[in-house]
């Protein structure tokens, strides 16, 4: 029997549309005529074929994407009281129930209908999918990453494991079991780049012991190359920011972050993170010297050219008109979004961990090119 419920549940038997979507569109869809006609001529096969039970299903699944949640509610609670339905179609109507409800914002009625649903369907991979997600909108993190740990998906596991962290950081900054969180991330995952952004960040700003420049450089060992600007990021925003508690970084723990930086040469990216955390310590022509080495590396990485036009312009006395005109294109183009999403092109001002349009897992990246 749970074999065939796994097969009910794939998605050759399913289609796309009944295994659960990292989107944040979760599968919904632009109301269009083409849809409403669907809904109509499956109301008509349906009403001549009450017995049709994939044709409910399906029914439903487009009252939903249309936001008759009422509807689609109506159509899965009908199925489930059907006398002898089969156990894998009542999972399958509950699974579907959970969806509306979380649709309709009822979350507690959507975890139970899931639960329903995993009762009777066992481990199931969509099932579980669903509660890790819906847990994860209610904050509930140390549950999504239970459920992430039985989907074998190691790198969400640990990112709801850090979430944590940051949750028992919001009523105590200095929370002893944060910390624990983060290094159960790391046991977790090594490379996982949101603890160690976590770790660093909380050294950075004196919440806990230890030098920033070694776990840095214990980071760079392990976080992917395409994501070890995002250290920097957070490092450089925690550089800007007012420290509630703590002393502020020293010049000596900058020079160490430059050391490490400095191992990497030839990563313009690093370069460049490490002229602007000289510009945010007031080091202007050693940020400059830094920028200028980023060129060399590559000449038409535009953010190095903004960052050298902006302190040339504060070293010159220029006519005011043209000053006017030159801070606002500045001020301008440093709103232009950095970061985007390699599986589908999103483009965003800050960083992410999941796309917000696709799901994708640390698919983000620097645009080091406009035309990106």
């Known amino acids: 029997m749970r074999d065939w419920i796994k097969t009910v549940f794939s998605s050759r038997s399913l289609g796309q549309d009944f295994l659960p979507s990292e989107s944040h569109t979760d599968g919904l869809l632009p109301p269009s005529e083409d849809t409403f006609a669907a809904i109509s001529e499956l109301s008509r096969v349906v009403k001549n074929n009450p017995d049709a039970v994939e044709i409910y299903l399906a029914l439903g699944n487009l009252y939903r994407s249309q936001g008759e949640i009422e509807r689609a509610v109506h159509i899965r609670q009908n199925l489930i009281l059907r006398p002898g339905l089969h156990h894998e179609f009542k999972a399958r109507a509950l699974y579907e129930l959970g969806r509306d409800y979380k649709r309709g914002g009822f979350v507690d009625r959507a975890f139970e209908a899931l639960w329903q649903a995993r009762k009777i369907a066992g481990n199931n991979p969509a099932i579980n999918q669903e509660l890790a997600k819906l847990s994860a909108e209610s904050e509930e993190f140390v549950q999504a990453a239970k459920y992430y740990l039985e989907l074998g998906n190691s790198v969400a596991e640990a990112h709801y494991m850090v979430r944590q962290a940051q949750k028992e950081c919001r009523d105590d900054p200095k929370s002893v079991q944060a910390g624990k969180w983060i290094d159960r991330a790391l046991k977790v995952s090594p490379g996982c780049m949101e603890a160690w952004l976590e770790k660093l960040q909380r050294v950075w700003n004196g919440l806990d012991k ?3 420049a070694k776990i840095l450089e214990q980071a760079m060992g392990l976080v992917p190359e395409p994501m070890r600007f995002m250290l920097l990021e ?7 920011e007012n420290h509630p508690t703590g002393p502020r970084p020293t010049p000596t723990d900058l020079d160490a972050i430059l050391a490490v930086l400095d191992n990497f040469p030839h990563d313009m990216l690093l370069q460049y993170y490490g002229g602007l955390l000289l510009l945010s310590q007031g080091r202007k022509q050693e940020a400059q010297n830094r920028f200028e080495r980023c060129l060399m590396l590559e000449s038409n990485f535009w953010l190095a050219r903004l960052e050298i036009l902006d302190l040339a312009q504060q070293n010159h006395d220029l006519p005011k008109p043209l000053a006017v005109q030159l801070d606002f294109f500045i001020s301008r183009a440093r709103e232009v979004k950095r ?7 999103l483009k965003r001002e800050s960083i992410f961990f999941i796309c917000p349009r696709c799901g994708s897992w640390h698919s983000i990246s620097f ?4 035309n990106e």
Do not use: D, I, T
């Open 234 to 240: 957070g490092l450089l925003q925690k550089s800007l």
């Open 339 to 345: 970061f985007s999403c390699r599986q589908c092109g």
């Open 367 to 370: 645009r080091r090119n406009l």
């Open 210 to 212: 230890g030098k920033p």
